[in-house]
């Protein structure tokens, strides 16, 4: 597709800047080229409205947000505020593939303990190996003694699964408890879109992996 | 649905300003609350590789390309570079409902002569009225005398076919001559979702309205 031709000479400002907008919008997930310019005629038709609050709030957060430096969460301190919070379980470590499921399982109020975010789930297709994920930060934690159960909330995908064996294989040593969500979380579905009630009762009924 | 809860104190930053920057994005057409979650994860995940740049191209987006005070289009200068370009047609005048389609009748380098941007068409349902639109604008343009067609490039569909007879009823008193695009723009087709072929066709094959 081209982009917009205003009509000016070559090279002029408004072509450079929208054309560079709208390729930028067309690099958020769930945004195509035809959406990212619907978008960006959205935001220049009132930019007080929407394109300013937005750049702003980008610029913040991104000074202001950082991965955690024990978890992988990402927020405003490192280590982040779970991982220092004094009332959460400091002996429950519940593994999840990104910070999106960190933030479902927040959102459903159900792991009232620590999070390890591995970055990822092995997969030989994606040449996704064990030291493309934080697995031997996940082992070190396990490794410092404190954590006596960790919940693998991983997605119910074969990599997931794959991931799953993988970590208990290598936790086996380690004498800790190692459980799954049960049952409940369907074939193929992602933690991220399910709702809060089914996070509950997969949690609540865990059981050994 | 909940806004990620980082388990911190209430009002911490991290929620609020990730909450935030997730709800701005949710504005954004195209994006559900899902799929801002997901673009605020991806930008959060690489601050310098997507959000710092989309920020920057905002903010200078936001501070450069204004309407133009005659036609309506966008551009970074006022009158625009189509409404001051001495290479274009002056005596024809396309009239759109909004600057995509202007956007998109450029890409297919189909009209060579000036615009005039609505701002929407005539609709009962949602209450809007010839004084919403900018109609008026258009007739003293016609009314200024260097304009010999008007072509009425408005969607196919009943809104866009009420509003051509309403400009073709106000315009008819000016003596200029009003045309239409041909069939060959599907009933209900939006104007900036046709390939270029299909509007060239429509345009040359133009009828009186
Ligand atoms: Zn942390
Ligand atoms: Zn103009």
Wanted: charged fraction near 25%; charge should be neutral.
């Amino acid at each position: 597709m081209n982009p917009p031709d205003f009509g000016g000479p070559a090279g002029d400002n408004a072509t450079d800047q929208v054309d560079r907008l709208i390729a930028l919008l067309a690099k958020l997930p769930g945004m195509g080229r035809r959406s990212a310019r619907r978008a960006a005629l959205k935001l220049l038709r009132d930019p007080g409205g929407l394109m300013l609050p937005l750049a702003d709030a980008m610029r913040s957060t991104a000074e202001a947000v950082r991965p955690c430096r024990i978890c992988g969460n990402l927020d405003t301190t490192d280590p982040c505020r779970i991982c220092t919070s004094p009332s959460r379980d400091q002996d429950v470590l519940c593994v999840v593939e990104g910070v999106a499921d960190l933030w479902a399982l927040e959102r459903a109020r159900v792991h009232r303990g620590l999070y390890h975010v591995l970055g990822g789930v092995l997969s030989a297709i994606s040449g996704v190996g064990p030291e493309d994920l934080r697995i031997e930060a996940l082992l070190a934690r396990v490794g410092a003694g404190e954590i006596g159960e960790v919940i693998l909330a991983l997605p119910a995908t074969v990599d997931g699964a794959t991931t799953a064996h993988y970590l208990h294989d290598r936790l086996r040593s380690s004498g800790v408890v190692v459980t799954r969500l049960a049952q409940g979380v369907p074939m193929g579905g992602a933690l991220d879109v399910m709702d809060d009630g089914t996070l509950a009762a997969a949690l609540k009924a865990r059981r050994p992996a």
